[in-house]
């Protein structure tokens, strides 16, 4: 089973900030918070990871809450082409260790 | 584009027959990883190589085998077909370098996918 927890859904203006909220509460010490996106039936798409300090990159800023028990993915300036179903995953090393875990995940409607 | 390739983007074939899909990972990577998506399971892990040998295993299916070769694409075999078959099957690479000593980052970068229809 995932390890996290996203809301199934979440809709957002063209042009504002989407911030998608992801818990993780049983996540240990070396486990990495990695987000990615699938946009329709393509692959998924890596946009970004963290292990407890805040990251940012041309794509997104990710924001792990002190106690790493939970994280928010912030798209800044939301496009129609974010429309995806964004996951959530914890996974150590990134998945060196065999896989990533994927869930439901969160499916971002954008909206003009 | 990820830089990783997969081949064919679309397979049809009959209940019972064998089929192989392709992956070449992105220039350098050591790992590849096979994924499973289906309507009903989401996205699922099948199966890991590094280096040309198997280092992890998921819900694979004693029916489906990998491998990976000396010029690091992998090959996953699907053999007895059945309806339940039919999915978008990923590959994914990573650096592999997680021997390096250095605290590893092994972000996973997918291809496009495969998508076979069992009939």
């Known amino acids: 089973d995932a390890k996290t927890t996203q809301p199934p859904s979440m809709d957002c203006a063209e042009g504002r900030a989407a911030n998608l909220p992801c818990n993780h509460s049983t996540i240990s010490g070396n486990e990495y918070v990695y987000w990615y996106r699938q946009i329709h039936s393509q692959g998924p798409q890596y946009i970004i990871h963290g292990l407890k300090n805040n990251e940012t990159n041309e794509m997104a800023s990710l924001i792990i809450t002190e106690d790493r028990k939970s994280s928010t993915l912030i798209l800044p300036h939301a496009t129609l082409r974010d429309t995806a179903v964004y996951y959530c995953?914890?996974?150590?090393?990134?998945?060196?260790?065999?896989?990533?875990?994927f869930g439901k995940g969160t499916k971002l409607s954008v909206k003009p | 584009d990820s830089g990783v390739t997969q081949t064919p983007k679309h397979l049809i074939t009959a209940t019972g027959q064998r089929v192989t899909l392709r992956c070449s990972p992105r220039s350098g990577d050591l790992s590849v990883y096979w994924y499973q998506q289906s309507l009903d399971q989401g996205l699922q892990f099948l199966i890991q190589y590094y280096n040309g040998e198997e280092r992890a295993k998921g819900n694979i299916l004693e029916r489906f085998s990998a491998q990976q070769f000396p010029d690091l694409h992998s090959e996953l075999n699907l053999s007895s077909l059945e309806l339940g078959d039919s999915a978008l099957y990923f590959c994914?690479?990573?650096?592999?370098?997680?021997?390096?000593?250095?605290?590893?980052?092994?972000?996973?970068?997918f291809g496009p996918g495969t998508r076979l229809l069992v009939l």
């Open positions: 995953i914890v996974s150590h090393y990134g998945g060196s260790q065999g896989n990533l875990i």
């Open positions: 994914a690479s990573s650096p592999g370098r997680w021997w390096s000593g250095n605290l590893p980052e092994e972000t996973q970068y």
